[in-house]
């Protein structure tokens, strides 16, 4: 019953009129992105996702990984899946052709991989670590090293993974003690311990490439004092073939909650006399090269939000249309998605995973504007925002994707406790997507700390400047089409922007002389953000669908007056109803949303604005 | 590291000043419940939770149950803690002195029985189903059945199950099928089987008394043709003895995502000839008996919704106080209890804790006024609203301990994803509470259709008054004390009312005409007035600590001045120093509550009036 299939149209409606797949192929580098070889790729890709990813996801979570001696086993079917996907070309589809990659955009990217992490998120962490390196080694490699690496990398042989966190050093990587020596050769030994590590060891791939943070003894302390270091499972010699294997090894695994399919483990480092890295870039400059992987990884955890949500609302929205219990306006035997409370909670599933959707694919688009518009301005204003919104981006999806779940298990009832359906593997899996590359709290203290006071809210106010623009339009075309209720939105969405600014002025007010409020108020504020920029969203996608609507009418009534009746005409008529029900059905999202998140803003706002409280509590409040 | 120790000044402290215990003692047949024995129950219970239940809950969900033949193993220590627990009578502590029991108030028995579902959620389950049996049997058995069962149930020499639940027939009992015939002694032939029953099946006890609905094959159809049986383990003869095994057998046991340790059965009915069972009260009138434990299910479930919340913030707490992450105010080496997100999530944590508290011992105290008090407007007032409200106990006790609980993963981090820290057990664990003993979906329509909508919201009109009076109240308190905070709680909190009403005047004016509307209305409707009732709580525990502190204040100003610094006064304001913090900390917790929580009752009033969205929406919305 778990099956998968891809919301395609969702997908092309989000890329058509809210990214504007247009104008990315329009972009230099970026000319192969031509809409039909995107939707033709999007029909692959949910070939693949729903024919060999999705069917190993459950029997990954029952299986789990275990460790055999110092082998790390990974589910059945995982290697068979790893030689497919790279085999078919999935890993390279963002990478530049140089080192073997294909050069698309990450505006595809992005539901590409919404789709893998839909079809199987354990599995897939695997291929989005080892993509994420590759990013940190193309920035921060020499031309030796990523000559070496890279294209074995690329051609999924050897596989990566990311080695930041010590028991000591969570959230906070200035506290990272792992030793790295020069040895005589231009490497290092290491010597420590790193946990949490996914992926850490398996045998999917002939290599593992750790991109391991470390010190020098004699390093500055703290963040400035980390530097980056390859280590190889294996040694690779000059050409390329595989040497001794190297001093690191798994040496436990953790029992998780979820993602059982994929191996966190404890990874041991020097035990027999050091294990050989080598430097990645240059000394003590290990953070800054971890976060161009981190801000990779976190983009693909926002996915991670919106791609759980989605798989677990298919099997809510399957099981609300086959279960049936009690009457549906009085009559036995129908579907529970019959009753206005399941249907209530279908909509509220599907509004957000449609926000979600409509967030994060334009923030993808922002990438590609950032990487190749021609416009100085228009490349830097984008990386300005897609800057800003990452943490909203990771934590708004993640916990929105969280509640999308959970309303899975509840359309279930009794049977979304029980392990048999599979509902509940995506409640578990989904709730380590907040704590992963960065918790909600750190996103929050991201946003509010190094986003908005740093810069004095500059780029907030340039993105709230283009809502409110948007809100203009929405509103002109309510309007024009004669719609009473999407000037209702645009107002709504204008409240709540006024809610945004006034809480953006309370941090900017507080920042110098109360920096404990301002951080008590980080996690509110940005369920704010979020809100009010998806939102924006939903209101440019309510604007699209009206606006095709209306098109489509207009045309219709001139076809109808021209061939009245013809047979062609009521074909063109059948076409355009199918568009026309998935395009009501569009608005009748955007009502939900404002029926029922829009009105949270101002709760948030709120919030934010009595801060003050958490400082002043005193800490016997904490203690009953 | 999963310890438990009882909340008891929280206890104490709403007992004392919400529930008012002197009232309680003051009833005909509660005299017993006088202040002094009460507070040391409530210590003994602690010690056996902390000393008893604690320490095997973890056990329990690593080990869980298995099915070996046609028994049920259940985990170790379960045994001797069912032992020790009926031994020192914690069974029988509400259940009337005729049949053992020691007839205390409920209002005692809410915080004791808080303290076994913290402790160990999935062992208590036994004990909570047998209880509510013997219920069930007290007002629908006749003389006999009650003369030969209740004093061995209460004794805890037999135990209990409540088996209700068919697979086509979850939420809708009108659907049950199994098959009860009339046997020729009077006795019937009980065929079929039920599914989802908690403690179908153990050998925690002699013999096992099956609740059991069936319908008789010339039974009218729905619910008004169904009768509740008696249908043991093991025959019993006239004298108590026990005679053959019956033909009721567990053939399966589910996997859980949670509550391990309590084995939920498939039991199959008659299939060797028929499971001999006992009509309880008359024939067709099974729902309504039903309905007797199923309130006292559901008001336990209630207390599930604060038991999970408190053993997870106790850990959360724990947690936040042991490890140190990051600079806290720019030291290294403090724990993170100390960075604002971390206080406002534990804030977050203890603030609705404290409001789930005092929201339900004060409804336990309903039900013995409803049951002793003297005057009968009192009690019959009691009791309408304490029906009024036990969905909203249900529900919105148990949506907000799953919240705490998740806060609670949080403040762990990474390492709440893991199993081995134990704070995941009871974010699974509490899970079903929002699901068994009917969905908050389910619990949402009862309290629209059948409580307000039925009687035109009389009985919230009556509690909006309370709730009023004790608005002016506390601004009159604000007023003498000249606190502005309380003064801003008692207008937020009367905006809220307002909210509640103008909600429940939609509900009224589309109740006859949009029946779908009010329904998909419901749980928005349910969170909104959750909020406004436990608001109204915290703002008499503000009232409480604000007055008690004024009157503190007063006698040590006055003894000071008259010992002027002897060392008596001293030790009396040391004495008066630590109540104080106390009371300022649940002033504190109020603060937040206005702050964070109070805000949300106007976003969910905006989506009750936006609910004809619902049904407006297309089926095609719900299709990506």
Request: charged fraction near 20%.
């Given at each position: 019953m778990d099956t998968y299939g891809a919301p395609l149209r969702d997908m092309r409606f989000i890329l058509d009129h809210l990214v504007g797949l247009d104008g990315i192929a329009a972009l230099p580098d970026c000319e192969a992105a031509e809409p039909e070889l995107v939707y033709s790729i999007l029909e692959e890709a949910d070939k693949f996702a729903a024919g060999v990813l999705a069917p190993i996801n459950k029997s990954g979570d029952l299986q789990g990984c275990r460790l055999d001696g110092d082998r790390v086993v990974v589910p059945n079917g995982w290697q068979e899946a790893w030689d497919q996907f790279v085999a078919a070309g999935w890993l390279g589809l963002s990478l530049p052709a140089e080192y073997g990659g294909q050069g698309l955009p990450k505006a595809l990217w992005a539901p590409v991989w919404e789709m893998w992490f839909s079809a199987n998120l354990a599995f897939t962490m695997l291929p989005q670590l080892t993509l994420g390196q590759t990013e940190a080694l193309e920035v921060a490699a020499d031309d030796a090293m990523k000559a070496l690496y890279l294209p074995r990398i690329v051609s999924g042989e050897w596989s990566c993974n990311m080695s930041l966190t010590e028991p000591q050093a969570g959230s906070d990587l200035a506290a990272v003690r792992m030793r790295a020596e020069a040895a005589e050769d231009g490497s290092y030994r290491l010597y420590g311990q790193k946990i949490f590590i996914s992926y850490g060891d398996h045998e999917l791939t002939d290599n593992i490439v750790h991109l391991v943070l470390a010190r020098l003894p004699d390093a500055p302390a703290g963040i400035k004092g980390i530097s980056l270091f390859l280590v190889p499972k294996f040694l690779v010699n000059a050409d390329g073939s595989l040497g001794v294997r190297n001093d690191?090894?798994?040496?436990?695994?953790?029992?998780?909650?979820?993602?059982?399919?994929?191996?966190?483990?404890?990874?041991?480092?020097?035990?027999?006399?050091?294990?050989?890295?080598?430097?990645?870039?240059?000394?003590?400059?290990?953070?800054?090269?971890?976060?161009?992987?981190?801000?990779?990884?976190?983009?693909?955890?926002?996915?991670?939000?919106?791609?759980?949500?989605?798989?677990?609302?298919?099997?809510?929205?399957?099981?609300?249309?086959?279960?049936?219990?009690g009457k549906v306006a009085g009559e036995a035997g129908r579907p529970i998605a019959g009753h206005p409370d399941v249907k209530r909670q279908?909509?509220?599933?599907?509004?957000?995973?449609?926000?979600?959707?409509?967030?994060?694919?334009?923030?993808?688009?922002?990438?590609?504007?950032?990487?190749?518009?021609?416009?100085?301005?228009?490349?830097?204003?984008?990386?300005?925002?897609?800057?800003?919104?990452?943490?909203?981006?990771?934590?708004?999806?993640?916990?929105?994707?969280?509640?999308?779940?959970?309303?899975?298990?509840?359309?279930?009832?009794?049977?979304?406790?029980?392990?048999?359906?599979?509902?509940?593997?995506?409640?578990?899996?989904?709730?380590?997507?907040?704590?992963?590359?960065?918790?909600?709290?750190?996103?929050?203290?991201?946003?509010?700390?190094?986003?908005?006071?740093?810069?004095?809210?500059?780029?907030?106010?340039?993105?709230?400047?283009?809502?409110?623009?948007?809100?203009?339009?929405?509103?002109?075309?309510?309007?024009?089409?004669?719609?009473?209720?999407?000037?209702?939105?645009?107002?709504?969405?204008?409240?709540?922007?006024?809610?945004?600014?006034?809480?953006?002025?309370?941090?900017?007010?507080?920042?110098?002389?109360?920096?404990?409020?301002?951080q008590a108020a980080a996690v509110p504020?940005?369920?704010?953000?979020?809100?009010?920029?998806?939102?924006?969203?939903?209101?440019?996608?309510?604007?699209?669908?009206?606006?095709?609507?209306?098109?489509?009418?207009?045309?219709?009534?001139?076809?109808?007056?021209?061939?009245?009746?013809?047979?062609?005409?009521?074909?063109?008529?059948?076409?355009q109803a199918e568009d026309a029900s998935y395009l009501r059905g569009v608005l009748a999202l955007a009502s939900f949303w404002f029926a029922t998140y829009a009105p949270q803003v101002r709760a948030h706002a709120d919030t934010v604005a009595a801060s003050a409280c958490v400082g002043l509590a005193p800490d016997a409040a904490l203690w009953a």
């Open positions: 690191v090894r798994a040496v436990s695994l953790e029992d998780k909650m979820g993602i059982h399919g994929s191996p966190t483990c404890t990874m041991a480092y020097g035990d027999q006399g050091g294990a050989v890295g080598y430097l990645v870039g240059e000394l003590n400059r290990g953070i800054e090269y971890m976060f161009v992987m981190m801000n990779e990884a976190r983009f693909g955890v926002s996915l991670h939000g919106v791609a759980l949500a989605e798989r677990a609302y298919q099997m809510a929205l399957r099981y609300a249309n086959e279960r049936s219990q279908l909509l509220a599933m599907r509004t957000r995973i449609f926000a979600m959707r409509a967030l994060v694919y334009p923030a993808a688009a922002w990438f590609d504007h950032a990487r190749h518009h021609p416009e100085p301005d228009v490349a830097a204003r984008s990386r300005r925002y897609i800057d800003l919104l990452m943490p909203v981006l990771k934590a708004w999806n993640t916990e929105t994707g969280n509640l999308v779940c959970d309303d899975a298990i509840q359309v279930f009832g009794g049977m979304g406790f029980v392990e048999e359906t599979g509902i509940a593997q995506h409640y578990r899996d989904g709730r380590v997507t907040r704590i992963y590359e960065g918790t909600t709290g750190i996103q929050a203290n991201d946003l509010v700390s190094r986003k908005i006071l740093r810069e004095n809210g500059a780029t907030l106010r340039e993105l709230v400047a283009d809502i409110r623009a948007d809100i203009a339009a929405l509103a002109e075309m309510a309007d024009v089409a004669d719609v009473a209720e999407l000037a209702r939105h645009a107002r709504v969405l204008a409240n709540n922007v006024d809610d945004l600014e006034r809480a953006t002025d309370f941090l900017l007010a507080h920042g110098s002389t109360d920096p404990a409020t301002v504020f940005l369920h704010l953000t979020g809100l009010v920029c998806a939102g924006w969203r939903v209101a440019q996608a309510a604007r699209a669908a009206q606006s095709l609507l209306t098109a489509s009418a207009a045309s219709a009534g001139s076809e109808a007056s021209a061939t009245s009746g013809a047979p062609a005409a009521q074909g063109a008529a059948g076409g």
